[in-house]
């Protein structure tokens, strides 16, 4: 089966003055629609980069990002435009909610930018929040805020869900909870689910592990059989 995604030796340099630091160096991986893919590293190690090159966010200095085998990095600004709105679903550490909007106020606004996004209400009631929607996000657990904030990526209807330490500001049981309901989302959903955690021990629940160190991939991991989230350890 062709993979949904494709990293072809793609490198990310930055200029700082006279140095160039490659925060992402001839990286290459490749992922099945529908897997739950857990990407690890040292602070430092590239692994946002290469979240935000995949979600169309910044672009590679040089490599092929090919999704469903057309290559993100030839396109235009209006393409990569286009591929977000489409395509890429952004759950980040510190939720961004917006403060003066309720719940469903917060996921709602997507449909104001994006074509066919799914009712607010059915999404919130699919993260377990259908009595919170009037509530503003002051008003809400951390956990709770993160699951307005995943369900705000996946009313775009998404093909792929982007997690940059979704879990870094809660307690491991809500982190669990979140865990959960992004495994949830791509066994029973069929999305493709990429998440950048410190936690080693999440690797165990992973289809597929991705281990990035000094911008470059050390190994990948593939799981035959890997544990629901709720049997791992942290
Ligand atoms: N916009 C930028 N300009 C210059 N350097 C950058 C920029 N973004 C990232 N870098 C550098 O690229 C490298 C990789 O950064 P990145 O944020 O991808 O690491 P990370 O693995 O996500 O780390 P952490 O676990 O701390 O979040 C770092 O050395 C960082 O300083
Ligand atoms: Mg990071």
Redesign the pocket.
């Known amino acids: 089966m062709q993979p949904i995604i494709e990293f072809l030796h793609v490198t990310r340099e930055?200029r700082?003055g006279e140095e160039t630091?490659r925060?992402v160096d001839d990286v290459s991986f490749s992922i099945q629609e529908g897997d739950f893919v857990v990407i690890l590293?040292?602070?430092?190690?590239?692994?946002?980069?290469?979240l935000n090159l995949l979600g169309g966010m910044d672009r590679a200095s040089s490599g092929e990002i090919r999704i469903k085998g057309q290559n993100i990095a030839g396109y235009s600004e209006q393409q990569l435009t286009r591929y977000r709105a489409e395509n890429v679903g952004f759950v980040f550490q510190f939720y961004n909610l917006i403060p003066t909007l309720t719940a469903w106020e917060n996921v709602a606004l997507t449909k104001e930018v994006i074509r066919n996004a799914l009712d607010a209400d059915e999404v919130l009631g699919s993260v377990g929040l259908a009595s919170h929607r009037d509530q503003f996000p002051s008003q809400l657990s951390g956990g709770q805020q993160q699951r307005v904030a995943i369900a705000r990526a996946i009313c775009k209807n998404p093909t792929m869900l982007l997690c940059?330490?979704p879990t870094g500001a809660l307690d491991s049981e809500t982190g669990t909870i979140i865990l959960t309901l992004l495994q949830k989302l791509s066994r029973e959903g069929r999305k493709t689910v990429i998440i950048?955690t410190?936690n080693t021990s999440l690797a165990k629940a992973a289809d597929k592990v991705i281990r990035?160190r000094n911008?470059k991939v050390q190994a990948v991991e593939i799981n035959e059989t890997p544990l629901n989230v709720s049997e791992v350890k942290e």
């Open positions: 930055y700082l630091l925060a590293g040292p602070s430092g190690a590239g692994k946002s980069t290469v940059d330490e950048v410190h990035i911008g």
